[in-house]
């Protein structure tokens, strides 16, 4: 996984960081659409439907027992991060000030793993608020979550790598006319793709395109 050292060099690592998530970010959307920038799509929404669908991974039920899947909570965040991307891209609020926020954020202290967990379910609970209240993208609500799961800046990149080029993937095996096939031997593509970034021991340069080659084995084989 990346890392930065030092301050000031650290600093411009992850700036440069962010920068290729939002170079990829563009590439992505392109692919959608070329002009999405002026497409007027809902983003927001977008982001609180994923974060529903973040709870459910982690679990809120008192009814049932629950065994949480944090490795697809994590990647419910990261997916909001691709919208939230998209939303910053077209606002144009990319800038090295994101970066410095996102690296700021500190892990918050809880006493339990109950308070933990309810600190979590909390924080994404008012990211969705966030989203609804003003149909588009607040920075802090995101930073607190994070910060309650926790998440640091160089997982949030690293996962959002491995999604972004499943993303690229799914479209380019027919996701939006609804050709692409989301289970493979019986599991969803998400699952295969975290077994992936754990399996891969590659540079990190070259993470894309060998992550990209073995999700079209998997998908082939599958």
């Known amino acids: 996984m990346p890392t930065a050292n030092g301050s000031t060099e650290g600093m411009s690592e992850r700036h440069a960081m962010l920068q290729t998530m939002a170079e990829m970010q563009d590439a992505h959307n392109t692919l959608v659409h070329e002009q999405w920038r002026t497409q ?10 994923e974060c529903a669908e973040m709870l459910d991974h982690f679990g809120w039920k008192w009814w049932k027992k629950q065994d949480g899947d944090l490795d697809q909570v994590k990647l419910e965040l990261v997916d909001i991060w691709h919208f939230a991307l998209s939303e910053l891209l077209r606002q144009g609020e990319v800038d090295a000030s994101i970066a410095e926020a996102i690296n700021g954020i500190a892990p918050r202290s809880a006493t339990t793993p109950e308070t933990q967990a309810e600190q979590f379910r909390l924080a994404i609970e008012a990211l969705a608020a966030s989203c609804l209240r003003t149909r588009s993208f607040e920075l802090q609500p995101f930073l607190d979550a994070m910060a309650a799961l926790p998440m640091a800046f160089e997982e949030l990149f690293a996962l959002y790598i491995g999604k972004n080029m499943l993303n690229r993937f799914r479209q380019n ?14 599991r969803e593509d998400n699952e295969h793709l975290i077994e992936l970034l754990d399996e891969l021991d590659v540079p990190a340069a070259e993470l894309p395109e060998a992550l990209y080659a073995a999700l079209q084995v998997r ?4």
């Open 40 to 49: 007027g799509y809902e983003y927001y929404r977008a982001m609180w439907v």
């Open 173 to 186: 095996n027919g996701y939006k006319t609804g050709e692409y096939r989301k289970l493979w031997n019986g």
């Open 219 to 222: 998908y082939s084989a599958g």
